[in-house]
């Protein structure tokens, strides 16, 4: 159970920091958040943030102890 919700934690993290990364160079407009360079710096750290976690996610899941 814990490695789903990493799993599905990790992948939310990706969307939203892929999102803000996007945003944040301003590709895509809409929000007071497009064009503001502070978020094309937060983004890519939480989409790492969320490649990690999926990442141990998926290995727990394939762990024969866990």
Known sequence: MKAWIFL???V???LVG????L???GIVGGSVMSGVTL???IGPVV???GL???FLGIRQR???RG
Do not use: M, N, S
């Open 8 to 10: 599905v934690l990790g």
């Open 47 to 49: 989409l790492i943030i």
């Open 39 to 41: 978020w094309a710096i």
């Open 23 to 25: 945003q944040g160079l």
């Open 12 to 14: 939310l993290l990706i």
């Open 52 to 54: 990690v976690i999926a």
């Open 18 to 21: 892929g999102l803000w990364t």
């Open 62 to 64: 394939r762990d024969p």
